[in-house]
């Protein structure tokens, strides 16, 4: 069973930075692309970031330039360095990525908080 594990949630000033990460285990043959989307209270699960195998990145507009999306496909791991956060980035933020166990699935992890104060 697959499952997406993240950790680097909490709470900052605005201005601050964070680095969320986000390890998928299990049975695996293969990750494609990787994301980040977040939920703010009220609002839609929006996409964050994304990031292909290869590397290919996609931003939302409104971090373009705040942050970085990152993988090491050896640990199965995706990143987000986020910086100069603003308080309309509070949400909880969901890793997300489509694997291949032997078909082609859609994983979401647990969630984690990430609270700018201003």
């Known amino acids: 069973q697959v499952q997406l594990v993240e950790s680097g949630g909490g709470l900052v000033q605005a201005g601050g930075s964070l680095r969320l990460s986000c390890a998928a285990s299990?049975?695996?043959?293969?990750?494609?692309?990787m994301g980040w989307y977040r939920q703010a209270p009220g609002k839609q699960r929006e996409l964050v970031a994304a990031?292909?195998?290869?590397?290919?990145?996609n931003y939302a507009d409104s971090v373009k330039g705040r942050f970085t999306i990152s993988r090491d496909n050896a640990k199965n791991t995706v990143y987000v360095q986020m910086n100069s956060l603003k308080p309309e980035d509070t949400a909880v933020y969901y890793c997300?990525?489509?694997?291949?166990?032997?078909?082609?699935?859609?994983?979401w992890g647990q969630g984690t908080q990430v609270t700018v104060s201003s």
């Open positions: 997300n990525a489509v694997i291949l166990t032997g078909q082609a699935m859609n994983y």
């Open positions: 299990g049975i695996i043959f293969k990750i494609n692309t």
């Open positions: 990031i292909t195998s290869v590397g290919s990145t």
